[in-house]
T-cell receptor, first 111, second 115 residues
Framework: KNEVEQSPQNLTAQEGEFITINCSYS?????LHWLQQHPGGGIVSLFM???GKKKHGRLIATINIQEKHSSLHITASHPRDSAVYIC?????????????FGKGTLLTVNP | ETGVTQTPRHLVMGMTNKKSLKCEQH?????MYWYKQSAKKPLELMFV???????ENNSVPSRFSPECPNSSHLFLHLHTLQPEDSALYLC??????????????FGPGTRLTVL
């Protein structure tokens, strides 16, 4: 069964802290996405990566293909970073548009 | 207006009602998607349209009926729904389905409550 596991499920941090959210998956993938969902529902794509590391502002995403693991890091966290962070993968050999999603990590950053 | 828009943002309906959800994308994309997000569960893909043709129906009950009149608009027609269908329904679009590394752009969602 193809699964995407995220940890932790819930994370509370103080403003300024360095945050790491983890994602692991079970079989080979062609791409991994990190998404952000704010209260109210809208989803924003943060990163799409298939190898290595990407950085955008205070956000960094890394992926280790051999270990089937990805991490999303937030440096100097801020209350506006509070949201649900979702990992999604596109499995190799599957439909090119079909994503399998994790359950999400609820991040709360307190001032 | 830019991006992916959805209307209405909130909908409350009885089990005997018929309603429709609308999605519109202003990105020039050719693929559109309907997702369901229930509480405490991962996003579930419902339907995919590619160049107005349905390419995926993820075993969705027939009480959900999609319609894609053109590449910019996608509807989800609802009839005789059940309370367990209450969820956030998200629309997304991408340049095209069937291409590796294809990024999807999501709308704000419609929060549906079935009484």
């Amino acid at each position: 069964k193809n699964e995407v596991e995220q940890s932790p499920q819930n994370l509370t941090a103080q403003e300024g802290e360095f945050i790491t959210i983890n994602c692991s998956y079970s079989v080979g993938i062609s791409a991994l996405h990190w998404l952000q969902q704010h209260p109210g529902g809208g989803i924003v794509s943060l990163f799409m990566l298939s190898s290595g590391k990407k950085k955008h502002g205070r956000l960094i995403a890394t992926i280790n293909i051999q270990e089937k693991h990805s991490s999303l890091h937030i440096t100097a966290s801020h209350p506006r970073d509070s949201a649900v962070y979702i990992c999604a993968v596109r499995y190799s050999g599957g439909s090119n548009y079909k994503l399998t999603f994790g359950k999400g990590t609820l991040l709360t950053v307190n001032p | 207006e830019t991006g992916v828009t959805q209307t209405p943002r909130h909908l409350v309906m009885g089990m005997t009602n018929k309603k429709s959800l609308k999605c519109e994308q202003h990105l020039g994309h050719n693929a559109m998607y309907w997702y369901k997000q229930s509480a405490k569960k991962p996003l579930e893909l419902m339907f995919v349209y590619n160049f107005k043709e349905q390419t995926e129906n993820n075993s969705v009950p027939s009480r959900f009926s999609p319609e894609c009149p053109n590449s910019s608009h996608l509807f989800l027609h609802l009839h005789t729904l059940q309370p367990e269908d209450s969820a956030l329904y998200l629309c997304a679009s991408s340049p095209r389905s069937g291409i590796d590394y294809n990024e999807q752009f999501f709308g704000p969602g419609t929060r549906l409550t079935v009484l």
